[in-house]
C-alpha cells in the first residue's frame, strides 16, 4: 500500500503545473490594441507578450466595449484594461510608469477649417465621441452637459473609432475626438484620409495596461509587466517593437 502510495505521488509531482493565462481586454485602439489573432496585434499586446510569456504565463487579448472592460475588471472577470487612463478608472490598478501616451484630437471634414479652441468652438456643432471617454476638465464638463441633447453624439462597443469615422464620413457628426494616432491609424486603414483634417488639441497624458484589484495578483502582474518593459528598453527590444508601428519611446533619453 505504502508502494502505491509513493507511485502515486510521484505521478503527481510529475504532473505539469496548471498553466497561468492572463485575459487582456479593451476596444480596437491600434497602435495600441489592435484586431485580436492578426498582425500587427497592437504594441500593448506585443509588449505584453514579450513580458509575460517566457514567464509561463499565456495572453488572452479580445476585444470589448471599453466601458465593459473597465467593469470586467473591476470584478475581477479580466486580468486587465489595455489603453486605460488613471482619470477612467482610477481604482484599477496601474503600474508607477506609462506604457505610453496619447493625445486627443479632432477630426472633421477637409475644407471645414475648423479649429478646436476649447469648448466654446463647438457651439453649433455636432460632436461623435466614444462613451465613457475622458479628456480634460473643461471638455469633460462640455460633454457631460449636452450628453443628451443633440450635441453630443456616444458611440461604444469593440470597434467605436471606426464607428466614428463612419458617423463623420456619412456627415451624422460634424466633428469626432480620438487619440491622435488611433484616428490617423483608423482613417488611413479606412482609405479615408482625403476626407478629412486632423487638430491636434492637447498634449500626451499616459496610457496604461490597468490591472485587476479583485485579482490577488493584480499587483505583482503590474510589477511585472514595469519591470519586464523597462528590460526590453534596456536590452533595445522595445525600439524593435515600437518601429513595426512607426512609433518611438515614449520616455526621453
Known amino acids: 500500500m505504502r508502494h502505491l502510495a509513493v507511485l502515486f505521488l510521484g505521478l503527481f ?39 509575460f510569456e517566457p514567464a509561463g504565463i499565456t495572453v488572452d487579448y479580445q476585444l470589448m466595449a471599453y466601458e465593459d472592460a473597465i467593469q470586467a475588471v473591476r470584478a475581477g472577470t ?8 488613471k482619470k477612467d478608472a482610477p481604482d484599477l490598478i496601474f503600474t508607477s510608469s506609462a506604457e505610453g ?22 457651439k453649433g456643432k455636432r460632436l461623435g465621441m466614444i462613451a465613457d471617454y475622458t479628456y480634460d476638465d473643461a471638455l469633460d464638463a462640455y460633454i457631460a452637459a449636452n450628453k443628451d441633447t443633440p450635441a453630443v453624439v456616444a458611440v461604444s462597443g469593440d470597434a467605436a473609432t471606426h464607428d466614428l469615422v463612419m458617423l463623420l ?21 479606412m482609405k479615408l484620409s482625403n476626407l478629412f483634417e486632423l487638430n491636434v488639441a492637447s498634449e500626451g497624458a499616459p496610457v496604461y495596461v490597468a490591472f485587476s484589484p479583485a485579482d490577488p ?19 533595445g527590444r522595445l525600439v524593435e517593437i515600437l518601429k513595426k508601428y512607426g512609433l518611438k519611446d515614449w520616455v526621453k533619453k
Open 217 to 235: 495578483k493584480g499587483a505583482e502582474h503590474a510589477k511585472r509587466l514595469e519591470d519586464g518593459i523597462a528590460a526590453l528598453r534596456q536590452s
Open 169 to 189: 464620413a456619412q456627415g451624422k457628426v460634424d466633428v469626432i475626438i480620438e487619440s491622435d494616432a488611433v484616428l490617423e491609424y483608423t482613417i488611413e486603414q
Open 78 to 85: 479580466v486580468t486587465a484594461v489595455v489603453g486605460a487612463a
Open 101 to 122: 501616451y496619447s493625445s486627443y484630437a479632432f477630426a472633421s471634414p477637409k475644407g471645414s477649417g475648423f479649429r478646436y479652441t476649447g469648448p466654446d468652438s463647438l
Open 13 to 51: 509531482l510529475a504532473l505539469p503545473a496548471r498553466a497561468e493565462t492572463i485575459t487582456l481586454r479593451a476596444d480596437l485602439w491600434c497602435p495600441y490594441n489592435c484586431e485580436p489573432g492578426q498582425e500587427p496585434a497592437g504594441y500593448l499586446i506585443d509588449l505584453a507578450k514579450a513580458v
